[in-house]
Every structure is written in C-alpha cells, then in structure tokens.
C-alpha cells in the first residue's frame, strides 16, 4: 500500500508538470467551424440550418469518379509512390499544360488536400520565425498552417470599398523585415471571391523577383471565375518561375472535398526536391481517391462551363438579395463562391452565435462564419461574415429570407437592450 501510494504520488508531481507545447496553445480555432456545437444543438431541437458558413457545395460529385473507384480490382491496397500514382499525375501534367503551366511529372507533388500542399510549401521556404506576407481577409487556414510552421503570417490589408483589391505596391513592400521569405496570394479570393487582374499579379511577382522571395499562389478555385472574366495563373510568367509556387486542390473543382487530394506546383528544382522530402516523410497520398481523380481529369470544358454557370448564378442570388437588406454593404465578388457583407451589427460573432441559439424562422435558421478570423490585424472584420454560396437555388432563396428577417429581429433586439440601458442611466 505504501509502495502503490508513494508511485500516485509521484505520477501525480509528474503529471502536474506536464506541458503542451506553445504551437498546441496558439494554434487558432477555425472560425468556420467553432459555431458547430452550437449548429447541432439547434438541430437536436428540430431546427433546419441553412449552412452558409463553409464551402462545402452542395453541387454532385462527378459519379465518374465513383465508377473508377469501384473498378479498382486491386487485391491490396498498397501504398502508393510519395510523388503520387504514375497515372495521376499525368492526369495532372495534361490538366496544367491545358492551361499553359507547360510543366513536366518533375514540377508537381500530389498532396493529402490543399491543405498539406500550403503546409508544405511553407515549411519549404522558410524556416521557424520566418515571416510571409499575405493580403487580409485571407482563408483561416493559413494562420493555423503558419503556426505549425513556427511562421508569421503578416497582413497587408485590403477594404471592402474597392472589393478587396490589393493596395499600392509601396504598401506591400513595407510589411518586408528581414524575416519575410514569401509572398502568398489566393486567386480567386477565399473568403472575398476577389479576382485579382494581371497588373496586381504581375506586382506580386515583381515584388517577389525583386526582394528575392518565394510567391505562393492559392488557385483552387480557378475555374470559378464569373462576368467574362479570365484566371491569370503566375505560372504564366516563366521568367520568375524560380520564384513561383502553385498550390492546388480538387476538392471545390469536382465538389469532391472529402477526396483530399492537392498538389504542390514549382519548377525551382531545390524546392520540388525539399518537398519531395516532406511527402516521403507522410509516406504517399490516398490510392483511390487518385484512381477517381484520374477520371474526373477526364471531364471536358463543358463541366467547368456548366459548373461556372451555376455559382455565377447563386452570387448573382446573394447579391441581389444582400443589396436589398437595410445597412449591409457587399461587393459583387467575381470569383470563387464566397462573398464577405458588411452587416448592420456590432458583433458579428455574437449575432452568428444568436442565429443558432435564439432565433428561428418557422423553425429554420442559418449559419454564417464571423469575418473577424479572416484577419490577423486585431479588431477588423467585427462586423462582417462570409457567406458561402453553395447552395441550390431554392435553399439560397430560402436562406437569404431568413437572414433579412433575422437581421430585422437582431436590430429591434439590440435597439431594446440599448433603450433599456438608456433607462437605467436615467434611473
């Protein structure tokens, strides 16, 4: 007994100096998704949600990619090569030169998603302390990447009065330290739907040439570009391809986002060769999710045309609806298939929590991301949300109702808390 007790109590010392690391304590949690126990605990209630907080496109996938999948007559499943399967990147090379990358099997690494594509290039170009510049609002997702990395994202911020269009060049070149080893840009624009022109790209790159930095560019959501408009893709400018970095994923082109597929593009050699590394270290990417991505490569312009016109619609039913709400501000997003709004309140947050817990709408409600995450500049974004439009015409009719009633019910609510406040000063 005195032996068992003397063992509790030194577990119990031991156990008391145990410590998580800094990286595990700073890591941010995702805007997008800490409102979730928030969601189910409406929906355990009975209440429809109308999920307007994350880009997961209610959009088919392909069945092609399905059908490929069930083919697969393999008696094990083995693991893969790290670069990825023969066949899928080649589906990846002919995809890519489609669009003028003009790359070889040697330029690319598949990845686990886009996610584990942008974790390793930024573990590729700089090492713990360093600094990447990227225009805010930009996808969460970088500050928690970032962290792993033991970077520093710094902002360079954008307004939604000229929808989010990068500043001056001046204005980028004053956030470099001695610390910034990369530039990165998401084009189409996660959370704005931004789509940067050629000139903007074109500083980006200059900027990158010039201060001898990497360029990491965020295309995943090429193909959603809207009003006529053409992706401009920096792998259209060979003469800084050293400098050049492409990230990518299948995971909103083909509504395939449990897939986790990506990809890691560059022809700066050393690079390719330290991300190689990396991918060798996780030992390969999923085996029949290639298989169904070598058939959704297969699909033809007519997909993309279709698939385009469908979100260009949903924005054109987001917008209209949002510019009929008093005091919301939005800019036409021309790209992607979000769109930050500026709303009638004082705290986003708090009126993204009060949907899911206070209000309803014959019983429905929705769900919207709180904008303050998409910045790193403290106290910006407080009274703006993105919203994903992801839905089917009907749902996004629906939603957009629901949002403007319960805008109308969290302004009477807010103006009777302040008028009761009034009375207590008064008193």
């Given at each position: 007994m005195c032996r068992w007790m003397i063992f509790l109590g030194v577990k119990g010392v031991i156990m008391n100096k145990l410590k998580i690391s800094k990286r595990a304590k700073e890591m941010q949690a995702s805007p997008i998704r800490k409102l979730t126990p928030y969601a189910q605990a409406a929906k355990d209630k009975g209440r429809k949600i109308f999920h307007l907080n994350i880009g997961q496109p209610d959009i088919e996938t392909p069945d092609i990619m399905f059908k490929a999948i069930r083919e697969y007559k393999e008696k094990i499943l083995a693991y893969g090569p790290s670069q990825g399967s023969a066949d899928y990147c080649d589906s990846l090379v002919k995809y890519y030169n489609k669009l003028d990358f003009a790359i070889e099997k040697e330029h690319l690494v598949v990845t686990t998603g886009g996610s584990e594509a942008i974790i390793f290039a930024m573990l590729a170009v700089a090492d713990p302390g360093?600094?990447?510049?990227?225009?805010?609002?930009?996808?969460?997702?970088?500050?928690g990447f970032a962290t792993q990395a033991g970077l520093t994202i710094v902002p360079v911020l954008t307004v939604a009065e000229n929808?989010?269009?990068?500043?001056?060049?001046?204005?980028?070149?004053?956030?470099?330290?001695?610390?910034?080893?990369?530039?990165?840009?998401?084009n189409p624009n996660n959370p704005t739907g931004t789509v940067?022109?050629?000139?903007?790209v074109e500083m980006m790159i200059r900027i990158a040439v010039k201060h001898r930095l990497f360029l990491i560019s965020d295309e995943v959501y090429r193909e959603f570009i809207y009003d006529g408009l053409k992706h401009v893709s920096v792998m259209e400018f060979p003469e800084a391809a050293q400098n050049l970095i492409v990230v990518d994923s299948i995971s909103k082109r083909f509504s395939a986002c449990g897939a986790r597929l990506g990809a890691v593009i560059s022809k700066n050699a050393e690079l390719m060769s330290?991300?190689?590394?990396?991918?060798?270290?996780?030992?390969?990417?999923?085996?029949?999710?290639?298989?169904?991505?070598?058939?959704?490569?297969?699909?033809?312009?007519?997909?993309?045309?279709?698939?385009r016109s469908e979100y260009q619609h949903r924005r054109d039913i987001v917008v209209n609806s949002l510019s009929k709400m008093p005091g919301v501000i939005c800019k036409k997003p021309q790209g992607a298939f979000y769109v930050i709004a500026k709303l009638p309140v004082i705290d986003a947050e708090h009126y993204a929590l009060w949907l899911l817990t206070d209000f309803d709408?014959?019983?429905?409600?929705?769900?919207?991301?709180?904008a303050q995450g998409f910045y790193s500049t403290p106290n910006m974004g407080l009274d703006e949300v993105r919203l994903a439009y992801i839905l089917n015409e009907k749902s996004l009719l629906r939603a957009m109702d629901v949002l403007a009633e319960s805008?109308?019910?969290y302004k009477g609510k807010k103006e009777q808390l302040q008028a009761g406040n009034e009375m207590v000063m008064q008193a």
């Open positions: 360093g600094e990447i510049i990227v225009p805010e609002p930009f996808y969460t997702n970088y500050n929808g989010f269009h990068l500043p001056a060049e001046e204005e980028v070149e004053k956030r470099i330290t001695p610390h910034t080893r990369a530039l990165m840009l998401c940067y022109t050629r000139d903007e330290g991300i190689m590394k990396f991918a060798q270290a996780r030992l390969c990417p999923p085996t029949l999710e290639q298989i169904g991505g070598v058939a959704l490569h297969s699909l033809n312009e007519n997909y993309y045309r279709k698939i709408s014959n019983g429905e409600t929705v769900m919207v991301a709180p805008l109308e019910k």
